[in-house]
């Protein structure tokens, strides 16, 4: 299991590293550092500067020097500069060439026409990545390094989210933590809530769901099952208990309605109010530990 | 524990350079400046709307009719420089330059100030650039809502200035936050300058030939002649000017070494981009003086009250409804220099801050977006305040600004020459190469730029210098440049006390070249 970190010297990279660091303490693997700079063959306005660059790229290793060296010394570690148009891009193309399982970035919010603001960078990676990737919450660095302690899978409300649930089985098995069903219904109508029929139609669909998934499940495991109903999505996802030691796995189709890229909306939504790190996977991955 | 194909670790490693040292694979590589790109960089880096409009004024009050001449003059020096300035560059690739240069070649005190007259110069120009953007932003508006009154919004000192400060905060902004404009925009933003600029010219002649000058003036070979200039003064003034109408054409002489294609790409770049300015700012000059001419009338290139913005009184005159071209490619072109201006100041600052030539915080390289935040920070400040108080304090802010930035970049580039002779100084004569590029052309370009520093600092003194603001008697543009100068004493000394180890030659040691490149890193491990 080999995890690319998009890290940068800000609280948002190290918020990453923080979810890195019980990401491989939890699963096991290595963690491998990216510090992403802007690429010359990016043409600008701004005539390059090679003893700027290189000043750059000086002060880029120190940084990633001085995270290696913050690293408990059970994670096996390395780092490296890669140079991209893009952060997105950059993280894709050292997460192909290192074979990682897994990307990790730190999902900082309130970024005016940030970077690193969750929109662009994780839609972007969502919508080409061929791995998962992992998002930690604005404030991860400052909860602790602690493995996680469970897996929570949100499945849509359709089923045959069978890779997702795959993936989380493989990592709940690996980590040897309780995995927990999860359906989000929102019930977002004229009617709100009031609309008591709605309400149980919805329930009842996800009820259904959940039980297929169950049935996907070989038999020693028996996951808790949770139907989270909220008139907005942000409202289920608050309605329910979130260990802070636990993660969340969705798929990055299944929540996302047709035409809608998925981190625009929902899971953008979901990681608002998401006090926990969120692993998104891509529609067409294959979650493996690599073993 | 992964499924690790082999050689996994290869590829890995190709994509890494954290650990090595050089600057390996890090794309300057691939090159993807062709010969067009590197012609439109360099263009957009002269920026010759805004360049002709802020110098076209200035220009003619000094030499007259005599601009086209001091055009092509002009050109030498900066060539003459630009030559040794590209041979130091290939030798230390420092985002220091002329700072960096300088002090590996006389020492840290001469090295101080020849960055402290770089970054006085773009301040300078910074704020310039502001200003005439300001000016086509009224003007602009005025034209798209056919209200003449917006355009004199721009002579209410308060507007002005709060409008200046917030193009200033959007520049910063930009700069900091390293958001560049395409290549392709690019294209298109220089391909339109060019055209309304030729567009402008034709008009002028159309004008001429139909008898609709302003104050038609007959075309003869003797503007082309320096010769026929009036005094030394008013030569060397001129000169000065003309050197900041090619500033920043060096650029494309630098960029040599990143040019994609065949080795000829880079020479062939500078070239062409040189030979398309000369054309352009002659073809402008000499229509605009054969339609307006150099009297002092309402048009005329004389007027005072138009020198430091000449386009912004013409294009109404020469252009008619199609006016709003130059407005929107005077913008444009300030916006490009604005954004490849601000890279200047703020990594000399952030140079000498990695050397301890200043405070420590001036190396802080914003963690996000990977530029030199605090320095590109404190230069907008420094160029914010001194436009707000020239506005103030000077009857024509465009103009003295502009004559003191001449000041300012024979100050630094003369130093800058003369680093080139002596860091050389070993090697001059080691081939016929270093005897042209490393010695004869910076040196004599050198010592041409010093005679103008000296002759435009003592003329300055005159009350009646430029566009004649003065304190109790003495030019302001004496006052201005003495003022920077000094107070890069002054600062100079002040970092000396607190934090002498760059002084004591501790982080940039002198030396002279031995042939071999990247020195400045020798040096620091030291």
Redesign the interface.
Known sequence: MRYVIGYTDTPTGRDALALGIRLARSYGGSLHLVIVLGSESKPTLTPTDPGYERFLQDTAAGWLAEAEASLPDDIEHDSHIVYADSFSEGLLGASRDLLASMIVIGAARGGLLGRFALGTVASDLLHSAKVPVALAPEGARRVGTAPLSRITCAIGTRAGADALLDGALLFARRGDSPLRLLSLVAIDQPGGSADRAAVERAKEHATSVVEQARTCLPDDLVPEAVIATGDRIEDAVQSIDWDPAEIVFVGSSRLARPQHLFLGSTAAKILRELPVPMVVVPRDSVLTLGE | ?????PG?EA??E??????SG??S?????????GLI?AIV?GI??IAPAYTLTAALGPTVSEVGVQVPAIIIVGFIPMLLVAFGYRELNRAM?????SF?WATRAFGPWIGWMAGWGLIAATILVLSNLAGIAVDFFYLMLSQIFSNPSIADLTLNPIINVVTCLAFMAGATIISY???????KL?YVLVGFQLFVLLLFGVAAIVHMSSGNAFDLTPVSWEWFNPFEVASFGAFAAGLSLSIFIFWGWD?TL??S??TKGSRSTPGRAATLTVVIIVILYLFVSVTSIGFAGVGTGEYGLGNEEIQGNVFFALAGPILGPFAVLVSIAVLSSSA?SL??TF?SPA?TL??MG?YGALPARFAQ?S????T?GFATIVSAIAASAFYAVMRFISEDVLWDTITALGMMICFYYGITAFASVWYFRKQLFKSAHNVFFQLLFPLIGGLILTVLFFTTVIDSMNPEYGSGSNIAGVGLVFILGMTVLGLGVIIMIVQAVRNPGFFRGESLRRGASDGTEEE?DAATAA
């Open positions: 524990m992964t499924t690790q194909k996994a590829s890995a190709a994509s890494s350079t954290a650990s050089g600057i694979k890090k794309g300057l590589s691939a090159g993807s400046v790109g960089i957009s880096c690739p420092d985002s220091g330059t960096t936050r390293d958001m560049q404009t395409t290549q690019q650029v630098t960029m070494e990143e490009a954004q490849s890279v990594r952030l140079a990695h390289v963690p996000r977006f990977f030199p400045v």
